[in-house]
């Protein structure tokens, strides 16, 4: 099969997978296969490139049904059966969407995250929506590994680069979620004191005091920001989105209600995000493949009148459908 070229993707670097990634794994689609032997699925991805033509069905029902850690193995193997860098290959063999997806497959976790990070902020320009995303829906022990990686692969700092590519009140919210210090579970006295100062530097003021908003959403576990939430409600009359909507703009605002809705539900805040721009789709489709795939299916069905299946089924074509229909796991109609 011919394919146009796509585009560039970094190479996959066999590490052990953290802690935090690894130890979530269970409302994901895809899973460690029990039997795994990684010679025999090296030997299969070898043939399936080598000679005319390329067996694409073969390598995407592979890899979307291994896990990460599995997909690593199997790099190693490669090299060592046939040595050749398997990601290398398989670029060479696949095109457009679907090498950029497998590419991405065949990336460990917090590297992919990196990648994203990185690539959201070298050259012109910023794409701000993926600081967002990643930084306000990613646990503190994530956040402090994907800084320390990022530390290590590009040697620099990602405060430093997120600060000198961003400004204002949004730089501030960035550099608090960078800070990964969230406090932990519930602080029973400071519910109706955080309610009261966020109502106080919104709705009760002339203008907006910005800095508030940071301090408590950046600070508070999600624990904690839900009861607040309920006690903005009672007191303002408002849910805390319709007061960020009306007292902010821009990419403050856009940061802002992400926090919410990550301390409301982090599967709804993913199925929004599919649902809203499914450009993003390799993105979060293969980050949360292993995570929590099956919670963000059950929440994009409870919220829009269709499935995340369907919606993958209309807006894509392919090998590209084929692969993310793998990693959805199945359909909620």
Known sequence: MTHSRGLSNPKGVPVRLPLSFSTLAGRGTVKAQSGFNA???SEVLYKAMKGLGTDEDAILQLLTARSNAQ???????????????????????????????????????????????????????TDEKVLIEILASRSPNEVNEIKSLYKQEHDHDLE???????????????????????????????IQSDAQALFAAGEQKYGTDEGQFITILGNRSNAHLRRVFEEYRKLSGYEIEESIQRETSGT??????????????????????????????????????????????????????????????????????????????????
């Open 71 to 125: 997909r690593q193995d199997i790099k190693a193997a490669y090299k060592t059966l046939h040595g050749k860098d398997l990601v290398d290959d398989l670029k060479s063999e696949l095109g457009g969407k679907f090498e950029s997806l497998i590419v991405a497959l065949m990336t460990p976790p917090i590297k992919y995250e990196v990648t994203c990070l990185r690539d959201a902020i070298k050259g012109a320009g």
């Open 252 to 333: 403050l605002q856009e940061v802002l209600l992400a926090v919410v809705k990550c301390a409301r539900s982090v599967p709804g805040y993913f199925a929004d995000s599919l649902y809203g721009a499914m450009k993003t789709l390799i993105r979060i489709m293969v980050s949360r493949s292993e995570v929590d795939m099956l919670d963000i299916r059950a929440e994009f069905r409870k919220r829009f009148a269709t499935s995340l299946h369907k919606m993958i089924q209309g807006d894509t074509s392919g090998d590209y459908r084929k692969a993310l229909l793998l990693l959805c796991g199945g359909d909620d109609a």
């Open 39 to 41: 010679n025999n699925d």
């Open 160 to 190: 430093k680069d997120v600060t000198g590519d961003t400004g204002g009140h949004f730089q501030r919210m960035l550099v608090v979620l960078l800070q990964a210090s969230r406090q932990q579970g519930i602080q029973e006295n400071l």
